[in-house]
């Protein structure tokens, strides 16, 4: 659609504000080629819609990498912000498109943008989608582990209550807080809420905390149906405390956070205790 001299508004250094665009809709749509014509037609890159959508965001919410990248090449900012203040990385994390968020990282894209009250970081957007490689690229990357979000507390607590073992376990290998808290409620709450067994072992394992109480005063196990699996499971942790062994791993991590895995990886110990210290070996005893 084409802006009026009546209806277009300078919107700080973003550009100006209009309907929704031919190149929006190309971006949306994945069509490259017509995306490209109208760049070089001169169309402007980083028109934004009157939610300060750009077509990057619409690129990367869609998951077209070819299309992102025409856009960067034409000079995209990278980092602009819809008006709920999500970025197109926080889209790319969305859309769970590894080649988008790869991309927009090579172009300088914050890995960590400052939170609102209506947007996650991209880490929280990775963990809420569920794709553990794109989890993996944005701790990599740096975010920040404990980056707090007004709904959904820190990352661990989405990937919990949305059931994403994998990316639970990435958090945890990074060093993420096992027992950090949200109204005091933990990961392990969140886990037990969703009823799976695998999860619940997982973060026991990492030390989370089985007496933890929440802002009602309830216990993980209290959020489990009675004789089910996961409520067997934790009345089993409750009565039967982790050993020495365990305990001194847990510790040697807290003490460590986001540096274990690298100065564990620095130490001269056995192979057998590497392991056991990174979580490689499950085994319950080092004899």
């Given at each position: 659609m084409e802006?009026?001299?009546?209806?277009?508004?300078?919107?700080?250094?973003?550009?100006?504000?209009?309907?929704?665009?031919?190149?929006?809709?190309?971006?949306?749509?994945?069509?490259?080629?017509?995306?490209?014509?109208?760049?070089?037609?001169?169309?402007?890159?980083?028109?934004?819609?009157?939610?300060?959508?750009?077509?990057?965001h619409e690129a990367?919410?869609?998951?077209?990498?070819?299309?992102?990248?025409?856009?960067?090449?034409?000079?995209?900012?990278?980092?602009?912000?819809?008006?709920?203040g999500s970025t197109p990385l926080c889209h790319a994390c969305a859309s769970g498109?590894?080649?988008?968020?790869?991309?927009?990282?090579?172009?300088?894209?914050?890995?960590?943008?400052?939170l609102t009250a209506l947007t996650a970081s991209p880490l929280h957007e990775a963990c809420i989608k569920g794709n553990v490689e794109i989890v993996k690229l944005m701790i990599a990357s740096g975010a920040q582990l404990e980056a707090y979000d007004v709904h959904f507390g820190p990352p661990?607590?989405?990937?919990?209550?949305?059931?994403?073992?994998?990316?639970?376990?990435?958090?945890?290998?990074?060093?993420?807080?096992v027992n950090s808290v949200k109204f005091h409620e933990t990961a392990l709450h969140h886990a037990a809420r969703v009823s799976m067994v695998d999860m619940i072992e997982l973060l026991v394992e990492?030390?989370?905390?089985?007496?933890?109480?929440?802002n009602l005063?309830?216990?993980?196990?209290?959020?489990?149906?009675?004789?089910?699996?996961?409520?067997?499971?934790?009345?089993?942790?409750?009565?039967?405390?982790?050993?020495?062994?365990?305990?001194?791993?847990v510790t040697v991590r807290m003490m460590l956070g986001t540096r274990a895995s690298e100065v564990i990886g620095q130490l001269d110990i056995s192979h057998r205790i590497y392991n056991y210290l990174q979580y490689c070996d499950h085994a319950t005893s080092l004899k």
């Open positions: 802006v009026t001299a009546a209806r277009r508004s300078f919107l700080c250094d973003i550009g100006f504000w209009a309907d929704r665009t031919a190149l929006h809709e190309a971006a949306s749509h994945g069509r490259a080629l017509q995306l490209k014509q109208l760049l070089e037609s001169g169309a402007s890159v980083n028109m934004v819609t009157v939610d300060n959508i750009t077509p990057l990367c919410i869609q998951a077209h990498p070819n299309c992102a990248r025409l856009l960067l090449e034409a000079g995209a900012q990278v980092d602009v912000r819809t008006i709920h498109s590894l080649e988008c968020a790869k991309l927009l990282l090579q172009y300088g894209a914050k890995v960590n943008p400052s661990i607590h989405i990937a919990c209550a949305k059931g994403h073992v994998d990316c639970v376990k990435e958090l945890l290998n990074a060093g993420a807080n990492f030390g989370a905390n089985v007496y933890a109480s929440d005063g309830r216990k993980p196990v209290d959020y489990t149906t009675p004789a089910s699996p996961p409520h067997t499971c934790l009345i089993f942790y409750e009565s039967n405390p982790l050993s020495l062994q365990q305990l001194c791993r």
